[in-house]
């Protein structure tokens, strides 16, 4: 079985909240939008205090090519356009909507048959591209790059397969996993669309193996779709990063930066984002919600929730049987790449894969002792650096070093922190070396 | 013994042959230094810490000497020396030095524990700018102090440190040079390096919130809440500016009345040095609470 080649690490799997299928969650009584729910320039506000709103109208258009409009996920009033505590921790413009009723744009078909790509042949690659740009969608594997600009390749640069990711190899999140289980078909047709929109005539959907039920049901599914391929995968941490992921596959390694995946020829695109880009081209449906798992081992019922965006994460807590006493954090993620939240009210945005939340002693940092240069780390990380190196010239303030050292290589991913025996706070400096290089580059490059 | 005679006349030809090269190499690519730049280099603190904006004591030196023979030494200054040693280095270069006020390090933050409730625990590596990466740090403002010390461990001269009981830096006046470097290494720029004033007597708003004034006095007790009540009584001086919800003190303007001490509501505006006051003081705490209801 496949895997890729480089570092891995194995966590607790935790999958609490496998065999609770999907749930909807109550329409919130006011919803926040935030018009940063994805990488690259803001959206920019459209609407005013006391304009009402159906389910899928424009709140806020894209800032730029790199950007993704934002969509209204209920009805009501407009009753505050202004900045929004959210997950990153700052205050960041929003638009606050009361919700009143659910009235839904007549442009989205609400039905739930399944639309074929033999059933659309007039389909072709710049419509499905424009409709994909114009529903906002972007990952939703958490990074939430538009996903717009993912599929036009930039020129010189040919796509020849497009990879799904359906590893979800982050502990305790099933959320992928049970969106297989439920909505296979339109997950197919989805990864169809990617391919004709990007004009390659390969698709592989990459599963890890703990997750047999959809391994199954996915293969029984695609046998009429032979241009598709279900690649078993052996379970490893992090294998959901694109760059692990297109080695697991295809065996291809994508070059350190600025090279991109694209140089491999793959594409690859979350599981999740596959069903939005299906439920927006099929169904004109903009990306306003998405399913969220809500978990962790104190939680009463942990569960896969299909939430309207901006309904705020009390509420879905509220829904899993609410917010246990002895709760030490609530994470947006998952436990390897997930940030602590800094209170529960913050709404759920694009990238809100799942909600964890975390008992008082298994919170706490153990203590940091001093590195004992076993070099776990550097087996560790995933991208064949050496963190304990990066983390300590980071800490000195060294950039050059960090810089030769191709700290910009790092995808974050915190192998190195989970497996330091002297829990040294590693990817916490790595991350402050990562972004303080990036900075230093680009102000080279401006000059 | 011809052989040893003609082993020393070979061993000697050769040396005699490498002299000279290393003679006329040594004559042509000699590098001169002027030699002011020595002579200034000696009466620097060599701190190396910085502060005055070039790479350690010699640099300062030579855009010292270069500066001197474009006719003017303005706009240089060892902050850790200051005036004194500024008047040798002029004296060496032959030019005269202006008189320049000393400056000293201001913590623009008075979000102790009691103003400002911690809502959650950082628990991550202890350094601020780390802390700043993952949001808005423990309590509900954005833009007060973090608390993890960059500034303590920047300062060359142990003058700033963190008070335990309020868990903000604080600077000793005496030690402090205002080199910048503690300024330099906040991720929130809430050191300043401020005028010292006469007698070290200064008026600073001690706050950084540049939130609406709802969000800044729910997020800390002593923020300002850019109210403009100070920029009013300051009406004659024009001494205090209101932008992004935040005042803030002109030194260079600032007469030292103490009206806008009096006028704060929120008690965010502080006077440093001044004698205690008689008769007033006891009465501000009263009018405070009032003023802030309003």
Redesign the interface.
Known sequence: MKTFNIGGVHPEENKLSAGSPIREVQLPKQAVFSMFQHIGAPANPVVQKGDVVKVGTLLGEAGGFVSAPVYSSVSGKVSKVEPVLDASGTRRMAVIVDVEGDDWEESIDRSTDLVKLSDCPKLDSKTIIEKIKAAGIVGMGGATFPTHVKLCPPPGKVAECVIVNAVECEPYLTADHRLMLEHAEEILVGLQLVMKAVNVTKGYIGIEKNKPDAIALMTEKAKQYPEIEIVPLKVKYPQGGEKQLIDAVIGRQVPAPPALPIDTGAIVQNVGTIFAIYQAVMKNKPLIDRIITVTGKSVKQPSNLLARLGTPFSQLIEECGGLPEDTGKVIGGGPMMGKALLNTDIPMTKGSSGLLIMRQDEAKRAEVEPCIRCAKCVGACPMGLEPYLLAKVSEQKDWEVAEREDIVSCIECGSCQFTCPSHRPLLDYIRLGKSTVMGIIRSRAAK | MNLILLAVIALGAIGLTAALLLYFASRKFAVHEDERIGQVSAVLPQANCGGCGFPGCAGFAGACVKAADKGSLEGLLCPVGGQPVMEQVAGILGMAVEASAPKVAVVRCNGSCENRPR??SY???Q?C??QQ????GETGC?YGCLGCGDCVEACQFDAIRINPETMLPEVDEEKCTACGACSKACPRQIIEIRLKGPKGRRMVVLCNNK?KGA?ANKACKASCIGCGKCVKTCEKFEAITLENNLAYIDAEKCKLCRKCEEACPKGAIHAFNFPPRKPKAEEIPNVEPQKAEQ
Do not use: N, Q
């Open positions: 809502l959650v628990d991550g590596a350094s700018k780390v990466m993952t949001g808005m954005p939130d969000i």
